[in-house]
């Protein structure tokens, strides 16, 4: 299934908006309870998935 990706961050593109190190994006990502998608071995986010993990307040 290819899912557009306009309405997607890329993870590097979350690594910026969070403003924490890819192993902490990679440690978060790997809950269950954090939306993703996986395209072609990418990890893309929703725009609402990034938006809770904003406001989380544990994610540095």
Known sequence: MIVKTEKLHSFSKVVEILG??????????SSPYVEKVVQENRIYFTKDS??????????L
């Open 50 to 59: 990034v938006r809770k993990l904003v406001l989380r307040g544990d994610v």
């Open 20 to 29: 924490v190190t890819p192993q902490r994006l990679f440690e978060l990502s």
